[in-house]
């Protein structure tokens, strides 16, 4: 089955509904928010994408540990609950709808949920130390 590209492009900072991988190759078995970390052009078509995203989940978000921040439940990041975002868990995935999946309800139907605030001075430092940590720091898989 051919799979399709999701248009326009995604931008640094969205957060999208995705299916995170839990073994590499695999689309995990539910969607979840993704952060979107970095966007390139699909070798296999110059108007698909390709994205790294990091893991997101609202379990546990009281602990944050070394490459993870916590972002709080907002309309404009569409996250209904406060939502831990883990740096370290990160993908290279297509942005295609074998992958992400448009955000339920939404109009139109598009994987973008929301987006970080990169204006805000508090998300900047939560976002900027979450990456220096990260970098020293083994990926999870």
């Keep these: 089955m051919t799979q399709t590209y999701w248009k326009p492009r995604p931008r640094l900072g969205d957060i ?3 299916c995170f991988p839990q073994q590499v190759g695999i689309p ?11 966007v390139e ?5 110059p108007a698909g994408s390709v994205v790294v ?3 997101a989940t609202s379990q546990n978000t009281g602990t944050v540990y070394p490459g993870e921040f916590v972002i709080e439940a907002s309309a404009e990041a569409g996250l209904t609950r406060n939502t831990k975002f883990d740096l370290i868990n990160h993908h290279r995935l297509p942005f295609d709808d074998a992958w992400f999946a448009p955000v339920p309800g939404g109009v139109p139907r ?18 900027q130390s979450a990456i220096v940590e990260a970098r020293h720091l083994p990926r999870a898989f």
């Excluded at 078995?29 to 979107?36: E, G, T």
């Excluded at 052009?41 to 078509?45: C, H, K, V």
């Excluded at 598009?110 to 976002?127: F, I, M, N, S």
Aim: hydrophobic residues 35%; proline residues 10%.
């Design 16 to 18: 999208v509904e995705c």
């Design 28 to 38: 995990g078995p539910k969607n979840r928010p993704a952060l979107v970390l970095q």
């Design 41 to 45: 052009e699909a070798i296999d078509d």
């Design 53 to 55: 995203v990091a893991y």
């Design 110 to 127: 598009y994987p973008r949920r929301g987006r970080l605030d990169l204006q805000d001075p508090l998300v900047k430092r939560k976002l």
